[in-house]
């Protein structure tokens, strides 16, 4: 029993951070836009987050910092796409090298400059990233475990999740969101702002994106700068956006089972299964690449990629 | 101030990039409670027009009025706050939404429960006489479904200003006539439409007043009741000319092109050929007849060998095709010149000029490594001057031609390597008088040298007055096969609902 609840919160909290990153991919991919920079906005958010805590000591201003830098990549990229009506798998391509080069540039800099060549979040940020404690739910056997004792990033991401969720499906200005995705002209043709819902979405979705990369850096890392402490989640995420067939609640379940894929290393009994760790790694790529197989022979039409999904628009185009 | 006009244009002139003049200081008048034809060959202006009136494009000159009040329409947005709707030649509907979905979209207010939208739907159908499912997904939908959600978004908005833009392109017969129907009856609620089409006997049926345009300049405006045919071609191509469609004589020659029990499955696990038969012979045009999608596209691609069949046997004479490669097809003397939705889709490439496309036919016959232009670049030479094409060079990408001149292209290039069999597939989608002319003479300039021609068509006047015999498809079934010279258009309609021709009837 013991074991199934560690083996669970576990895997909740390494499927975090890719429930931020496949829920920032969500909202630009139902605008139309394949972002593939989630990698790079990631690491632009690890970086800012990591250093602006690592500056001022305010676990708040870091996740403001996280955010917004987040979100300025996934600016550029809008400005690229959607203005300019650049190609959108080089210009994603081009912001996560982008992203993953300047967080390490920056990251190397200041490695040089500590003196223990280590750095270290400060101990009162470190406190306030700690799992929460509620009194009476969080000391419930099992229940509290399971539910009430995570860090705050994983309620933050839930609630983004099933904001987003009551967004497309319950509000008019989802509707319209979810119709730019799915035939631009027609939205356009049917009085929606397409290119100013196109920005709002893809530089929000990178925002998401970004505090899904401070969680790297923060939670998994326990506060302690490394190089790459991304690491590929971030094409995971595009991947599970596939896998929760671009639907936000999907995408909650769907970063768990994935998040107990990347730890199942750590709870196998490696004196009964002898597979090397190697596997594990690669467990979830290898899942990615089955659901894509079978979505693509499956072809449901609700289910599908947003029709419009890596096209850009333009209305006078004829 | 003039009298309350719904739309009132005053010297609209649309130039694009500094010097194409799409319109020039057109001036029109549009009521409410009546229906107004738009009437202009291609690139006379007519969409752009239209498009300024609903907020796509801004006009660089002129004024318009609407309901007598100066406007500024810079958004479809605002066209919409000013009443207008257009209903789109393409549809601009989102595939995986139902209709009520569609029709909520970019609405005001706050998004409806599904039980109050089904309500208010129901009510505009049943004042208009449109039938429609809300919870139908687009993708579900026939071509007919689909334009009466256009029609209900626009109505849904309380639009009273209708622009509908070549609505009957895609309708069969009957569609039409239900089409129309709906039309009159909402100018009869003291609506303004504004129908854009190429078809004569159309406007002279639905309209009550016509408007012509030609070469981006507002010619006349008539009432349909004081007007016919001939007088308004004139008016649209600017000298008269003979609207019949030539048909010779020819000596048929039996059996150039066999298909028998041809049967072929979608993608989807759908039949969408269902034991086909026929014969096309040389010296022959055969029409194919059906409403879109009714297993045109298969057929064509099945007999060129693009997709495989798995019953049934296709042959050129003596010689069978089932299993053929398209390359080895194409050799035998089977030349497609199919054009799909988009002219440019299948069968040439856009961003390349006319020599390079003739290139794509010929290139592999020449030896060595390297590929002589000079042939290909002689040949694109030809085809424009026999043909009429009008291009400022050869190696002008083709995709800024005019449609008509694109379809030349394409059909010059499939002629010039002499088939046996030429197929062409809505050869004359979206062309105007002129250039469908030209084609219907390339057409009868075949036949008269014993190729066996099969002719995709969509126009049944056309079909009718053009090929020797139709046949008609209805869901991938063979509804009949009958002569052009005794058969009428209703008679096609019916066949292309899928009422099977008597037996007796059958052999002609």
Known sequence: MNFWVNFIVAAVVAGTPLLFGTL????????????????????????????????????????????????????????????????????????TIFGIGLTNVIGFHYLGMSESGTLKLPEQITQQMRSIHIEGLSD????????????????????????????????????????????????????????????????IGGGICGIGGAFTIMITNGGVWISDCVGGLGWIAVALVIFATWKPMNAIWGAFVFGAMRILKYYVNKEIIHIPDAFYDMLPFLVTAIILVVVSVRQVKDKAQPAACGTNYFREDR | MSEQYAIECRGITKIFGGKVTANDHVDLQLKFGEILAL????????????????????????????????????????????GIGMIHQ??????????????????????????????KIR??????????????????????????????????????????????????????????????????????????????????????????????????????????????????????????????????????????????TGAEGMKMLKDVSFEVKGGEIL?????????????????TGLIPFEQGSVKLEDTELKGKSPFEILNLGVSISFVPEDRLGMGLVSSMGITDNMLLRTYYKTPGLFIDRKPAKEMADKLIDRLQILTP??????????????????????????????????????????????????????????????????DLDVLLALCDRILVLCHGEVTGIVDAKNTTKEQLGLLMTGIKQEKEAAHV
Not at chain 1, 177 to 185: F, H, L, S, Y
Not at chain 2, 39 to 55: V, Y
């Open chain 2, 123 to 264: 009510e505009i159908s049943s004042r208009f006489g449109l039938e429609v499912d809300p919870d139908k997904k687009i993708y579900d939908m026939s071509v007919s479904e689909k334009q009466t959600v256009e029609i209900l978004k626009v109505l849904y908005r309380g639009s009273d200003i209708l622009i509908l833009d070549e609505p009957t392109a895609v309708l069969t017969p009957q569609e039409t006539e239900k089409l129309f129907a709906i039309l009159k009856k909402m100018r009869d609620e003291g609506k303004a439409i504004i129908i854009i089409t190429h078809k004569l006997n159309e406007v002279m049926e639905i309209s009550d007043r016509v408007s012509v345009l030609r070469k981006g300049k507002s010619v006349a405006s008539v009432n349909t009741a004081e007007t016919d045919e001939l007088k308004l071609t004139e008016l649209m191509v600017g000298h008269s000319v003979d609207l019949s469609i030539r048909r010779p004589e020819t000596d048929k020659k039996d059996g150039v092109l066999k298909v028998s029990g041809l049967s072929v």
């Open chain 2, 393 to 458: 060079g050869t190696e002008t990408p083709v995709r800024l031609l005019s449609g008509g001149n694109v379809q030349k292209v394409l059909l010059g290039r499939e002629i010039e390597s002499a088939p046996r069999v030429l197929i062409t597939a809505y050869a004359v989608r979206g062309l105007d008088i002129n250039s469908s002319y030209a084609i219907y003479d390339l057409l009868n300039e075949q036949k008269e040298k014993g190729v066996a021609v099969l002719n995709i068509g969509e």
């Open chain 2, 287 to 303: 029409g194919v007849a059906g409403v879109a999608g009714s297993g045109q596209k298969e057929l064509c691609e099945a007999i």
């Open chain 1, 24 to 95: 920032g991919e969500i909202m630009n991919e139902r605008v139309g836009h394949l972002n593939l920079g989630v990698e790079g906005m990631m690491s632009l958010g690890a970086i800012a987050g990591f250093m602006v805590g690592y500056k001022t000591d305010n676990f708040a201003l870091a996740m403001i910092a996280a955010f917004l830098s987040g979100a300025a990549g996934a600016l550029v990229y809008a400005v690229v796409t959607v203005t300019f009506m650049a190609n959108h798998t080089v210009a994603g391509l081009t912001l």
């Open chain 2, 90 to 119: 393409h549809f601009k509907l989102v595939n995986v939404f139902s209709a009520m979905d569609n029709i909520a979209i970019g609405t005001k207010g706050r998004r409806l429960s599904t039980a109050k939208m089904r309500e």
């Open chain 2, 39 to 82: 009437l202009g060959e291609n690139g006379s202006g007519k969409t752009t027009l239209m498009n300024m009136l609903s907020g796509i494009y801004r006009p660089d000159g002129g004024t318009i009025f609407v309901r007598g009040e100066e406007v500024f329409i810079n958004s479809p947005v605002d066209a919409m706050n000013l």
């Open chain 1, 140 to 203: 419930i056997p099992v229940i509290g475990d399971l539910l009430f004792q995570y860090n705050p990033f994983v309620y933050l991401g839930i609630v983004f999740a099933i904001l987003l969720a009551l967004f497309y499906n319950r509000t008019k200005a989802g509707l319209n969101v979810i119709a730019i995705g799915e035939n631009p002209a027609a939205a356009d043709a049917a009085g929606v702002h397409v290119t100013a819902w196109k920005y709002v979405n893809i530089v």
